[in-house]
């Protein structure tokens, strides 16, 4: 099935520690994003790739980096982890028009302790 | 800064009446608008969408309203059914963003049998 796919499924992880959290699509869409969960606080946006070999930063880009070697690649980095970094993220591509919105992967759900 | 606010946490309804979903946003920049479902331990996925030139979208059960100068959007779901229990997301975005979409803070609903 053609979709996002996001690894690992959910993770506890020392703070202190670094991690990286996969996403891979097979839509060849050019925009790539990730999103964290929060509740009360809804969706909010890490880092976004418009095309591959470009990332730039959204409304909470501390402490997390991207990179965007090829089209179906968008690997989320936590270099140094935090307790305030437990949450639910999530991948999402789309096509170039906004129009058609965006496809979600399942998430990762990462508690940091 | 929130610019995309959905003050109403949570909604119950009855199966077979009308649940009435609100968001609010304050750029008046914005000029497309969409509305995501997420079950839990799934992605969000993609219900409706309204452009600013338009004042009303059906699909279905599904119709979303845009009042842009009081910067408000309500998504109607008419009948409410079991299966539409999940949490309602509405994301904005302007040409000056591009394709990335700021996400209210989301609304459980929940539609007893």
């Known amino acids: 099935t053609a979709g996002i796919t996001q690894a690992p499924t959910s993770q506890i992880l020392a703070a202190g520690r670094s991690m990286t959290l996969r996403c891979t699509q097979d839509?060849?869409?050019?925009?790539m994003y990730w999103y964290r969960q929060d509740l009360g606080l809804g969706l909010r946006l890490i880092h976004y790739?418009?095309?591959?070999?470009?990332?730039g930063k959204g409304e909470v880009p501390d402490g997390y980096s991207v990179s965007r070697a090829n089209t179906d690649d968008f690997p989320l980095t936590l270099a140094s982890a935090v307790p305030s970094q437990t949450s639910v993220y999530f991948c999402?591509?789309?096509?170039?028009?906004?129009?058609?919105?965006?496809?979600f992967g399942s998430g990762t759900r990462l508690t940091v302790v | 800064d929130q610019q995309v606010k959905q003050n109403s946490p949570s909604l119950s309804v009855q199966e077979g009446r009308i649940s009435i979903l609100n968001c609010d946003y304050t750029?008046?920049?914005?000029?497309?608008f969409l509305w995501y479902k997420k079950y839990p331990a799934e992605g969000p996925t993609f219900l409706i969408s309204?452009?600013?030139?338009?004042d009303k979208n059906e699909d279905g059960r599904f119709t979303v309203f845009l009042n842009k100068s009081a910067k408000h959007l309500s998504l109607h779901i008419v009948p409410s059914q079991p299966g539409d229990s999940a949490v309602y997301f509405c994301?904005?975005?302007?040409?000056?963003?591009?394709?990335?979409?700021?996400f209210g803070t989301g609304t459980s609903l929940t539609v007893i049998p």
């Open positions: 999402a591509s789309s096509k170039s028009r906004r129009e058609e919105g965006y496809t």
């Open positions: 839509m060849r869409h050019n925009a």
């Open positions: 790739s418009n095309t591959a070999g470009t990332t």
């Open positions: 750029n008046s920049m914005f000029d497309y």
């Open positions: 309204i452009s600013s030139i338009k």
């Open positions: 994301a904005a975005s302007s040409t000056f963003t591009g394709n990335q979409f700021y």
